[in-house]
């Protein structure tokens, strides 16, 4: 069965730092670049990083960009989200998501999803 | 950047109509674009790809049309499962979400 399972969400304080993974299973994950999609309580939902499928190209939205890095281990199945310097704005469910097709480099339509981990900002 | 807008922001409807949401785009996208449905509490699910590719196992009431800045998600006949919040996304340039479309029950 094809799933994401993100997990490392919590509370922390505004200024601080949290590290969010996600676990994927039942394809091939090496070949597959990865998303982080994010929608912060009653809003719509907004894109936060992308990964490629070999890890070297990464790409983030213009919100997070300075502060969050991307980062995958293909060997453990695993992509991460290492969110730095988070402010209120930050709180919000963090998804995992990927494409099935392949030779998307950075974003596609994306078919899979996590069931999403919640990050909250507050002092 | 590409900016992306939806319309309307809500859409209030009884089962058995016909509904059209609008996406457009700031800048041409060419067919790069999807549509998603979401309930609360959950994640979305991909409708459409590629403007008018229907996703394997969604209704064939989800429609989509449109190329360059101008798409439209159509649901022929809306049926109660379909109260749900809608939103389309551009893949043409990373990645971007419209701001929704909630349909309700009028």
């Known amino acids: 069965e094809v799933q994401l399972l993100e997990s490392g969400g919590g509370l922390v304080q505004p200024g601080g730092s949290l590290r969010l993974s996600c676990a994927a299973s039942?394809?091939?994950?090496?070949?597959?670049?990865m998303s982080w999609v994010r929608q912060a309580p009653g809003k719509g939902l907004e894109w936060v990083s992308a990964i490629s499928a070999g890890g070297d190209g990464t790409y983030f939205a213009d919100s997070v960009k300075g502060r969050f890095t991307i980062s995958r281990d293909n060997f453990k199945n695993k992509v991460y989200l290492q969110m730095n310097s988070l402010r209120a704005e930050d709180t919000a469910i963090y998804y995992c998501?990927?494409?099935?097709?392949?030779?998307?480099?950075?974003?596609?339509?994306?078919?899979?999803w996590g069931q999403g981990t919640m990050v909250t900002v507050s002092s | 950047d590409i900016q992306m807008t939806q319309s309307p922001s809500t859409l209030s409807a009884s089962v058995g109509d016909r509904v059209t949401i609008t996406c457009r785009a700031s800048q041409s996208i060419s067919s790069w674009l999807a549509w998603y449905q979401q309930k609360p509490g959950k994640a979305p699910k991909l409708l459409i790809y590629?403007?008018?590719s229907l996703e394997s196992g969604v209704p064939s009431r989800f429609s989509g049309s449109g190329s360059g800045t101008e798409f439209t998600l159509t649901i022929s006949s809306l049926q109660p499962d379909d109260f749900a919040t809608y939103y389309c996304?551009?893949?043409?340039?990373?990645?971007?979400f419209g701001p929704g479309t909630k349909v309700d029950i009028k």
């Open positions: 998501a990927t494409q099935t097709d392949a030779t998307m480099v950075c974003c596609g339509a994306f078919d899979i």
């Open positions: 996304q551009q893949y043409n340039s990373y990645s971007l």
């Open positions: 590629k403007a008018s």
């Open positions: 039942g394809f091939t994950f090496s070949s597959h670049a």
